[in-house]
């Protein structure tokens, strides 16, 4: 089955910019979603079709793909960034479905 | 204002058939782009996308889980049902809707926006 891979975790100082990567095979084809799930909180949406910023979303959330890989930026991190992180995107090799990423926890130091 | 909200049993018990309703307000299923998904994601897990239904009534389904999940949808109420046959512990998780939204461009493709709304989620455990 198709598996969108991340980072178990990212560890960045106040101020400093964490990247987040999630890998997968048809992400030249598809596009990759953000969403960021504080603790005990329903997820939000970050990022949508790789790179563009929904409504009320900070400009310090960036998105960006380069071939299997794509890329979720947050410039300038704050307290409050502190959260899980999860990429999806669709596979559409077989029957059509949605995959999400194996989940990136960022902390703020 | 867009807004979700599940509802359904707390507790089930193994073998069980799950039921999970999604009701919804500020936009319709019937209006074209508008799409409903249902994910769920287990205690310290990540998430797990279930099934979507679209506003032309087409429905998709993570094709492990298959052929124990069926979903509907009622418009004239702003619902959408999920339901999971012989549910087993594994299946104990926090279950939410969320609204996919779909835009048709110039050249009459269907674009994906992603998954912009969702509900609080609500919690389901299976035990004997």
């Known amino acids: 089955s198709y598996e969108l891979t991340q980072p178990p975790s990212v560890s960045v100082s106040p101020g400093q910019t964490a990247r987040i990567t999630c890998s997968g095979d048809?992400?030249?084809?598809?596009?990759a979603y953000w969403y960021q799930q504080k603790a005990g909180q329903a997820p939000v949406l970050v990022i949508s079709?790789?790179?563009e910023r929904p409504s009320g979303i900070p400009e310090r959330f960036s998105g960006s793909s380069s071939g299997t890989t794509v890329t979720l930026t947050i410039s300038g991190v704050q307290a409050e960034d502190e959260a899980d992180y999860y990429c999806q995107s669709a596979d559409s090799s077989g029957t059509y479905q949605y995959v999400f990423g194996t989940g990136t926890k960022v902390t703020v130091l | 204002q867009v807004t979700l909200r599940e509802s359904g049993p707390a507790l089930v018990k193994p073998t069980q058939t799950l039921t999970l309703t999604c009701t919804f307000s500020?936009?319709?299923?019937?209006?074209?782009?508008?799409?409903v998904s249902w994910i769920r994601q287990p205690p310290g897990k990540a998430l797990e996308w279930l099934a979507l239904i679209d506003w032309d009534d087409d429905k998709y389904y993570n094709t492990s889980l298959k052929t124990r999940l069926t979903i509907s949808k009622d418009t004239s109420k702003n619902q959408v049902v999920l339901t999971m046959t012989n549910m087993d512990p594994v299946d104990t998780a926090t279950y939410y809707c969320?609204?996919?939204?779909?835009?048709?461009?110039?050249?009459?493709?269907?674009?994906?926006?992603?998954?912009?709304?969702w509900g609080p989620g609500t919690t389901v455990t299976v035990s004997s």
């Open positions: 079709k790789d790179s």
């Open positions: 048809a992400l030249p084809k598809q596009y």
């Open positions: 969320a609204r996919t939204l779909f835009e048709q461009q110039l050249d009459r493709t269907w674009v994906d926006y992603g998954m912009d709304v």
């Open positions: 500020g936009f319709s299923l019937s209006t074209s782009g508008m799409c």
